[in-house]
């Protein structure tokens, strides 16, 4: 049986306030915080599969999030309490 995630990937772009980008990285650090290994594109696909499929329900949320003033994740900024993750991609050399 062939499962959601093995199926063939499809690359999308992304475009977000900084503080939604930085809420995602703290998402991924709280799965790895609950013993998961994850990806960015892992977590917001399974966001996105969890969500059934209301049209009010999705007009609401939209709503919502439209009506969140500009601090509203300003919280998220010091998360020590969760553990740091390695993001993909080349390494920038550090000096010596």
Same mark, same amino acid.
């Given at each position: 049986?062939?499962?959601l995630h093995q199926q063939r990937r499809r690359q999308?772009?992304?475009l977000w306030p900084e503080d939604v980008d930085r =809420?995602?990285?703290i998402l991924v650090r709280a799965a790895a915080a609950a013993g998961e290994r994850t990806s960015r594109a892992e977590?917001?696909?399974a966001l996105v599969a969890?969500?059934?499929i209301e049209p009010?329900?999705?007009a609401a949320l939209l709503?919502?999030?439209r =009506?969140?003033?500009a601090d509203a994740l300003t919280g998220d900024k010091d998360r020590d309490d969760l553990p740091a993750v390695r993001t993909p991609g080349p390494r920038r050399a550090t000096p010596a």
């Open positions: 049986m062939e499962l999308t772009s992304v =809420r995602l990285n977590l917001l696909a969890a969500v059934d009010e329900q999705i709503h919502d999030y =009506r969140l003033p």
